[in-house]
């Protein structure tokens, strides 16, 4: 069955770098989308990205844009999101998820409360923090 693992998170400095890993498993990845999101205490989660195999990466956020870079690797069925310049509201955990339906449409299926994505990962924490 379609599996997602997140990894990588931690505490970091502010101004500090993390790059978080989604392993993926259960389907070809070649074929899906992969959306990051987050969730900060006490807040809704929102989307911070997407990256398909045919389109250029979408960023949800303004205040990540130009910070973090979305990438995936087909042949080793991993997706990445960097970020770099960590600021302390980017403190959150951190999903990645996917759906059949970005098969045929990419990320035009995702919308920030992620509602059409199926498959989910357990989520990675982020700790931006002096």
């Known amino acids: 069955q379609v599996q997602l693992v997140e990894s990588g998170g931690g505490l970091v400095q502010p101004g500090g770098s993390l790059t978080l890993s989604c392993a993926a498993s259960?389907?070809?990845?070649?074929?899906?989308?992969i959306a990051w999101f987050r969730q900060a205490p006490g807040k809704e989660r929102e989307g911070v990205s997407c990256?398909?195999?045919?389109?250029?990466?979408?960023y949800y956020l303004d205040s990540v844009k130009g910070r973090f870079t979305t990438s995936k690797d087909n042949s080793k069925t991993m997706a990445y999101l960097q970020m770099n310049g960590l600021k302390p509201e980017d403190t959150a955990v951190y999903y990645c998820?996917?759906?059949?339906?970005?098969?045929?449409?990419?990320?035009?299926?995702?919308?920030?409360?992620?509602?059409?994505?199926?498959?989910w990962g357990q989520g990675t924490l982020v700790t931006v923090s002096s």
């Open positions: 259960g389907f070809t990845l070649d074929y899906y989308a």
């Open positions: 990256i398909s195999s045919w389109e250029v990466p979408k």
């Open positions: 998820a996917t759906s059949r339906l970005t098969r045929d449409s990419g990320c035009s299926v995702v919308t920030t409360d992620g509602k059409w994505l199926e498959h």
